[in-house]
């Protein structure tokens, strides 16, 4: 059995279910921000949060972005500290 890297085992979502699922989530944060409801950023993790991040901030009207990085694994296949 060869082994992979954790990215090659992943749950692969389709681009339709994945544009489905944020809009969904968009819909349900609607209303229930701290701001009298309303919420003033989107926060993003990179390496595979920033399409649903987009569209979550599409949907709820919000202009602020903001990204966190995060490594998971290292190049050569050993876990990340």
């Known amino acids: 059995m060869?082994?992979?890297l954790p990215h090659e085992r992943g749950f692969h979502v389709s681009w339709d279910?994945?544009?489905r699922d944020a809009r969904a989530l968009a819909w349900r944060l609607?209303?229930?921000g701290p701001d009298d409801g309303g919420w003033r950023a989107v926060v993003a993790i990179?390496?595979?949060g920033m399409a649903?991040?987009?569209i979550v901030s599409?949907?709820?009207?919000?202009?602020t972005v903001d990204t966190i990085s995060v490594k998971?694994?290292?190049s050569g296949g050993g876990?990340?500290?």
């Open 30 to 32: 609607q209303g229930h």
């Open 72 to 74: 998971s694994y290292l």
């Open 46 to 48: 990179t390496r595979g």
């Open 52 to 54: 649903p991040a987009m």
């Open 17 to 19: 279910q994945l544009h």
């Open 2 to 4: 060869t082994d992979r």
């Open 58 to 63: 599409r949907e709820l009207d919000i202009r």
């Open 79 to 81: 876990e990340a500290d």
